[in-house]
């Protein structure tokens, strides 16, 4: 008998919230043909702007789903994030300026370099629209204001329950796997026993979302962050961060405070537009648009998958947003087990390979978490080079900042432990190796025992300097190439759910046993000759320098750009091994 306002629902994979990592899974098991069902608390998408930063290896993602011209006509683009600035106010004293995300002249050329794709920002205000707009279009069903409550697990699939927040309707949804990407509050993750790990509330801070024309303040030196640094006995932050998520008239000013001295419910107006003014040090005319609070944590599932339920975002790894690391873990999450569910589903791939998702990508969030604390530890460097001290006067704060503009030894001192800080500022502000150097570690990776590669040079910190390697679990380094006349990246020799295998001038016989393996599993493994007349050619020779394997050896790719295994060099021995590495890498060993 069926209980009135109940429904059953039975799809292949049902997605819990509709955030970025949602979105995003929602995107690519549409790209793939997988049926999905995305359900979200919340009533529509994000209502604050949220994180912002979107690095080249997210926006890379994009590009392979399909949506990366929807996300560049949305987005600010790099060169507009350029300049980090500390100020006393926004109209008053400029004590520094940086030059973030790969736009200096020193940097521009590596960023270049990595990637076919720019950094840009995009809140998620503008985000989460334009990824539920490419959802749709492709036929996802996505429902807004429809809660997680509970979820049974057996052998064959999960039962979940979900609820209407604004009615009495309830409904139970029979998949074979679930998805927790439902936040920082994740429900999904305790139902299926999962568990995450640090301290949960290290500090305070809100955002005051506004509108206000600051062109005069910022045209001239365009960026993403303004830092102030007025001196007096403030708090963390001091008057606050100014964070630009439209040139130059959106913005989000976060300030820490202490909730036992502060309510943010009891804030009105005049206190909103009196921090605002504070911190441009002038008159404005602001428009509020919202008001959220945020907790600082530092916390890490140990494990992100549990049987048949896997959990990724903000659900599995909870950090501040120093570094701007959050919103892009959570797309690669998403990314990493969105083409593995579709094979398996498939029947192309064994179980086994979804085991891979959580060793594959609990290291790449513990190490994101990490480098987010340890960034914003960094941050008081620059108070301390402008010897600012805890409850500090403000008359002793502008005597020491004074200090920094004096001619003779204290003035130089000074001028030097600046110039430190800032300098230590690139490991949150430019630490391309940590957005594009992870590599993965699993048993769908066939490692090769090769040593991690040596910087080109001693001074190249892998943690600011992305080393491009291919490495068993890398992503595959991007090259400029060409095919037929058409320039290509060497990331886009990949299609949808099939394998490429890349080789040089005599790799061709690597051509038989791909197809046959291919027919075997009916995953594609496609082979592409490199650097020859004809076909994909290497005009600059950069894949004939980043592919680290001899002309006929062969670098396997995955569906997600990652290496799977590499061969130095094509024997016969090497050609049977494919087989048997391809099975491995779709988890079939053994079977």
Known sequence: MSIPGSEAVEVPVLIVG????????????SRYGVGHLVVERHRDTAHTPRAHIINQRTVEIFRHLGISDRFHAVATPQHLMASNLWVTTLAGLEVARSETWGTSAERAADYRAASPEPMANCPQTVLEPMLLGAARDTGAEVRFGW????????????????????????????SQYVVGADGARSR?????????????????????????????????????????????????????????????????????????????????????????????????DAEILGVAGWQVRAQIAPAYAAGRVFCMGDAVHRHPPTN??????????????????????????????????SPERQPVGAQGVQRAITSLQEGAAVEAALGYEPAQPAEAGWKALG????????????????????????????????????????????????PDPTPRTPARDPQLYYQPTTRPGARVPHARLEHHGVPV????????????????????????????????????????VIGGREGVT???????SLREVETAGCVLVRPDRHVAWRSTRYTPDSARQLPAVIEQALGLAGR
Not at 491 to 511: C, I, P, R
Request: glycine share 10%; aromatic share 8%; charged share 20%.
């Open 188 to 284: 999904v993750l305790g139902q299926a026993g999962l568990a995450v790990e640090g301290p949960d509330d290290l500090a305070r801070a809100a955002n005051i979302w506004f509108r206000a024309d600051l062109s005069r303040y910022l045209a001239y030196r365009p960026g993403v962050l303004t830092w102030n640094v007025m001196p007096g006995p403030l708090p963390p932050l001091r008057l606050g961060t100014l964070i630009c998520h439209k040139p130059f008239t959106e913005f989000v000013l976060a300030f820490m405070y202490d909730p036992e001295q502060v309510s943010l419910d009891t804030l009105g107006a005049d206190e909103l537009h009196g921090r605002i003014r504070a911190f441009v040090g002038d008159d404005v």
């Open 403 to 450: 200090t920094l503009y004096e001619p003779g030894p204290a003035g130089d001192e000074r001028r030097d432990a600046l110039h430190k800080a800032i300098e230590l500022s690139n490991y949150q502000f430019n630490a391309h190796g940590i957005e594009l150097g992870y590599r993965y570690r699993s048993d769908a990776i066939v490692d090769d025992g090769s």
């Open 147 to 174: 809660e997680f409550i509970s979820l049974a697990q057996d052998q064959d699939g999960v039962t979940s329950v979900i609820r209407q927040r604004d009615g009495e309707s309830r409904l139970t949804v029979r």
């Open 324 to 357: 701007g690391l959050g919103l892009n873990m959570s797309i690669a999450d998403a990314y990493n087990l969105g083409w593995k569910l579709a094979l398996v589903l498939a029947g192309r791939a064994g179980a086994a390979l979804l085991d891979s998702y």
């Open 18 to 29: 509709a955030g970025p990592a949602g979105l995003a899974l929602s995107v690519a098991l």
């Open 489 to 528: 990246s060497s990331l886009n020799l990949v299609e949808n759910l099939g394998f490429s295998l890349l080789t040089g001038v005599g790799g061709e016989a690597w051509a038989r046993p791909a197809a046959e393996v291919s027919a075997r599993t009916g995953v594609p493994v496609r082979v592409h």
């Open 538 to 544: 290497d005009p600059y020779s950069e894949w004939a």
